[in-house]
């Protein structure tokens, strides 16, 4: 009699296309095994969070997720033709943040930092997060939109904040995960979304994906 076949074994890590320390926090929070596929020193990888002309936040951050999945692709396949690097599941996200439809990147410098602070001063914006998931044969993809409110700020409290260099490389110029969260005074959502990867969805993609978890 015919041993039925054995499934396919969860795979054991995945490849992360991201430089945020927080992503890589997030992913060991549920037990996500990882190594890092980073852009090469001569790719152009701020390039990609170009915005369009008349994008909404949520068709940004989803094609610059796409865009950062298609060139981690090409990376992994030279890096598999050069090296031997294993074969397995990547994984990459965007982050954005909007004001109405007003999408408020990565901060240039202290100025556009204490602007951006400023407009989000006791108005509610939402915190945008793409997840795209390549299987090794199809993509998987996810979107967390969270709402989140920031009381009002006072001028020497953006000032200090934007001096402790904090909200360089952040979109809207900050982090809940740092002392700013002590002027969030309500969220709608995914707290980890805001940091940057939404867990619940991630790990969705990720199971379907064959990636083993901790639970």
């Not at 994984?91 to 999408?103: E, H, N, Q, S, Y």
């Not at 602070?117 to 509610?124: E, I, M, N, V």
């Not at 969030?184 to 940091?195: D, F, N």
Request: aromatic share 4%; with cysteine.
């Amino acid at each position: 009699m015919a041993r039925p076949a054995a499934a396919n074994p969860p795979h054991a890590f995945i490849w992360l296309a991201s430089q945020s320390p927080r992503r890589r926090e997030l992913l060991g929070q549920i037990g996500v095994s990882h190594q890092l596929l980073l852009p090469e020193p001569d790719e152009d990888a701020e390039a990609l969070e170009a915005h369009e002309p008349g994008e909404t936040p949520a068709a940004y951050v989803q094609r610059v997720t796409r865009l950062k999945l298609q060139a981690a692709r090409r990376r992994l396949q030279a890096r598999q033709s050069a090296l031997g690097v294993p074969d397995a599941p990547i994984l990459c996200a965007d982050t954005t943040v909007a004001l109405g439809r007003r999408i408020l990147g990565k901060p240039a410098d202290a100025g556009e930092a204490a602007a951006m602070l400023g407009a989000l001063s006791g108005r509610t914006h939402r915190v945008l997060t793409a997840v795209a998931v390549w299987t090794g044969r199809r993509t998987l993809h996810a979107l967390s939109v969270s709402r989140v409110r920031m009381a009002e700020l006072p001028g020497p409290v953006i000032d200090a904040y934007v001096d402790s260099g904090e909200p360089y490389g952040k979109a809207g110029s900050y982090g809940i995960q740092g002392p700013i969260a002590g002027w969030i005074a309500h969220i709608e959502g995914s707290h980890s979304a805001i940091m940057g990867l939404p867990l619940h969805e991630t790990a969705q993609l990720l199971r379907r994906a064959g990636v083993r978890l901790a639970l």
